[in-house]
């Protein structure tokens, strides 16, 4: 596989998996985020268009080695889905908190809790052109950066997703 495809899947298994051990998070049901009541992650990641399926390309089907992340609200909460194609992880990937950051950014923590040990991780997405890519992946608990700057690890660019439906 091209370096360049290794560095999308690996910023995409990153963003949507996670990577920290499990805290304890006062399950966050509201965030201030600059407006002047109080919204849950749901109602912030709703303002933000972030509910949907997204891939770095909706012309391939989901597979093992192209993910589809599914941001979905279920019973008022906010979740991260992953489709393989073959089969779906419609698990305890809960986003616990989300507020709106400088620059149109929008943070997320999300709170992995179908991986063993569960895992917290926060994210900053950017939005440009009906596009997300991750700038920051950091493990909570840990502090270690997986994305940071908008590059991986390995230097490379994350990738941008778009929503495909």
Not at 43 to 52: D, N, V
Not at 124 to 140: H, I, K, T, W, Y
Request: net charge positive; hydrophobic share 35%.
């Amino acid at each position: 596989m091209p370096a360049r495809s290794v560095a999308r899947l690996m910023a995409l298994f990153v963003f949507s998996l996670g990577a920290s051990s499990g805290v304890a998070f006062a399950q966050k049901t509201s965030i201030e985020d600059g407006a002047s009541s109080p919204q849950s992650p749901a109602e912030i990641a709703t303002r933000f268009g972030l509910a949907g399926t997204w891939s770095d390309d909706c012309n391939r089907p989901p597979a093992q080695d192209h993910i589809y992340l599914v941001f979905t609200v279920r019973n008022g909460k906010l979740f991260i889905d992953r489709d393989y194609g073959n089969h779906k992880d419609i698990a305890n990937n809960q986003v616990v908190a989300a507020k709106a950051g400088p620059n149109g950014t929008l943070e997320v923590t999300t709170y992995y809790g179908s991986l063993n040990p569960p895992q917290t991780r926060r994210n900053v997405l950017e939005f440009a052109n009906g596009r997300q890519r991750p700038l920051v992946s950091q493990n909570v608990d840990t502090g270690e950066y997986s994305i940071k700057d908008g590059k991986l690890s390995n230097g490379a660019p994350a990738p941008w997703i778009t929503r495909c439906r």
